[in-house]
């Protein structure tokens, strides 16, 4: 049972262009949403995350969006640069405060940027 | 702060045979996590531990695997009997217990490969 969906697989944008990552989820129950980054053999790494109490988190060159009403967020990269090109995923988590603390996955999207 | 950890970042075993894993978390983290990555999906929960306590186990986790986080720093992850199923990626994350902040930081991973 998928919980977060990312529905593109792939993205290809220019370098300097925005580049724009989707993330669905359908349990009303997260509260915590982050987008991690990962390169091929290494683990992912943080790059934001968003509180459901928040519908926008800015930190950069990365914007995440929360519609909370539409259980969509947006991952926002303004300029995009070549080094950006990785997979990135979406995750969520919750109820805040609750002992379970495990991250639900999407299966990620392939975001190439060309020069 | 020298992230979280792991040893090894690649093991190739033959089937049938027993493989552990090592995860040494951020210092003062008390929150570690397992979770196992297979080609073209996101990162699967497997297992979390608050303290040297385990608090959570999927269901994705048969009777073959077992964690430990003994001392409540490092843990480790056993695979007894191993499958070709088992192969994939394994990672482990840690976090702080702080009503604010439940990001996850990853390791490098420990890529398994069964024969």
């Known amino acids: 049972d998928q919980q977060v969906k990312q529905n593109s697989p792939s993205l290809s944008v220019q370098e300097g262009r925005i580049s724009i990552l989707n993330c669905d989820y359908t349990n009303s129950m997260f509260d915590y949403f982050l987008w991690y980054k990962k390169y091929p053999a290494e683990g992912p790494t943080f790059l934001i995350s968003i509180s459901s109490i928040k519908d926008k988190n800015e930190d950069g060159r990365f914007t995440v969006f929360l519609n909370k009403s539409a259980k969509h967020l947006s991952l926002h990269i303004v300029p995009s640069q070549p080094g950006d090109s990785a997979v990135y995923f979406c995750?969520?988590?919750?109820?805040?405060?609750?002992?379970?603390?495990?991250?639900?996955f999407g299966r990620g999207t392939q975001l190439t940027v060309w020069p | 702060d020298t992230g979280v950890s792991q040893d090894p970042r690649h093991k190739i075993t033959k089937r049938g045979q027993n493989v552990t894993f090592r995860c040494d978390p951020i210092?003062?983290?008390?929150?570690l996590y397992w979770y196992r990555q297979t080609l073209g999906q996101g990162p699967e929960f497997l297992t979390y531990f608050q303290n040297e306590a385990q608090l959570e186990k999927s269901r994705l986790l048969s009777d073959r695997f077992s964690a430990e986080r003994p001392k409540g720093s490092f843990s480790t992850l056993e695979i007894q009997r191993t499958e070709q199923g088992d192969s994939a990626m394994y990672l482990c994350a840690s976090s702080p217990r702080l009503a604010e902040e439940e990001t996850q930081y990853f390791g490098p991973g420990t890529r398994l490969l069964v024969l």
């Open positions: 210092s003062e983290h008390n929150r």
């Open positions: 995750a969520a988590s919750g109820p805040r405060g609750s002992t379970l603390g495990r991250l639900y």
